[in-house]
């Protein structure tokens, strides 16, 4: 009987602590979503009531969608009495500018972003045009532009905005050091982990088991899983982000993904074994003549080709994925015409479901390819050669310079 | 390439390595490294349990063994022990008949010269006595029959010729 009480007491606790927690989630996303304002806005396509109907629009709404972004916008749409309006929330602005360091919420651009609101801060006239900021010169009240569309009166500033692009990596940053904390935290309740953990466990596992270890071997694996790890899932966390409605396009900027690539490089550089660097500058085994050449095509190889082929590799494969992913939504208004609105809806659905599917398995795929890769250079540079033919041999050492 | 360029933002470019920085090192610390470690250890435990097993099962294999060899063992020696005895019985039995039949031949032995003795102090008194006798029976004979020379001579001779004979 007493028994029976303990564990009614129990499932009673802990049906409490749940709901104390739904209701916690509750609150957070009541707070987030109550701070989204509607902004009524000055969009460039206002004449035509925001509607994008041409192929014209299409693209430059794409392309809008593509570039990073200074506030965030779930939704737009047009009210009865002809507003723009935009659901979301803006974030702030942080500029360096010649008079200083700048900051202000980017609400105050009103969502425009060919430059013709002007914004006064402190003395600085700030203008935004195609998601960048520019300064004004000091006697300019206006942007002029020149027949390709550059502004003439106005240069770019350094721009350390919390854009939509940095929101969404501190978002995923947050995500990252929750979850793995948690599982972390897991390992002292018992060596099984509950709950997330469970998930989390073999991910950790497989960058450790099949990504780390094959690639930089056995001894030095250790001191780069942080990184990896980091990277790994970083990079796939933001790739899923961006094919959920909410919009990030993160891993698909491309200084994004330049950042990560240089961090690959300079991890190798740094760590590079002597045999690495005796290779790569003095190639042993080959005539005198040719190892000034080699030396040449090895280091470019190295300092240049490979990061840029990581960083275009990702960014090139997110970015298609989303032009794809929006050009067949956008098929339904492009075959309306032709097709009649039932058919062209279909057509777009089926095609955009199908490749969204797609896009799901890539950005895993490439959050894979890159730590991947990342491994194997880290391999390539820390790896000490017994003996002068063993990269002949085994087949991981330099026949792997064509893969980049 | 332009559009490139372009669309790079040294801010952002600045910003993600700040937040890159920040989260490897805090999700090394807080994460990466207990979640490794105790991975490992996990790891090193399973191995050692899965060791510590194979060690009991060639233990057991080994007792077994040596349970085997022991058993064997005492059922050869039991063997050899009850071969022994039987051969201890044996000899016993045969040790014990000889001894009798010895016994026996040598009790034989002494009855036959006892009995020869007896037979022959019994020849012995019988000569005696068939001495005596027959030299009563020659006084008397003598007595009666030295009457004559004649018969005295006849009876010598005779008496000469049983003499020879005996």
New interface residues.
Partial sequence: MHGNLETINSIFSKGMMIAKKSIKCLAVLAIVFSSFNVFAGGGGTSEKGGQINTPEDIKGYIKHHLADSHDFTLYSYTNDAGERKHVGFPLPVIVWTSKGLKTFMSSKFHHNDDGHVVVDADGVKLAKIHSKIYELDADAEHVSFDETHHATNAHRVMDFSITKSVFGMLIAGLLLFLGFTSLAKGYKKGAIPTGVGRVLEPLVLYVRDEIARPNIGEKKYKKFMPYLLTVFFFIWILNLLGLTPIGFNVTGQIAVTMCLALFTAVIYLTNGSKDFWAHTLWMPGVPVILRPVLAVIELVGFVLIKPFSLLVRLFANITAGHFVVMSLIALMIVLKKDFGAVASTGMSVVLATFIMVIEILVAFLQAFIFTMLSALFIGMAVEEHDHDHAHNEDGTGYEDTTFI | MDQ?LN???????????I??I???V???K???????S??D??EE?IQNALDEAERARKEMQNLQADNDRLLKEARAERDAMMKEAREIKDKIIADAKEEASQEASKMIENAKATIKQEQQAAIAELKKNVAELSIGIAQTVVKKELASQEDQLKLVEGMLQDVTLN
């Fill in positions: 490139l669309d790079f933002s040294p801010g952002l470019f600045f910003m993600q390595m937040i890159l920040v989260l490897i805090l999700l090394a807080f994460a990466w490294k207990p979640i490794l105790s991975l250890e996990r435990g």
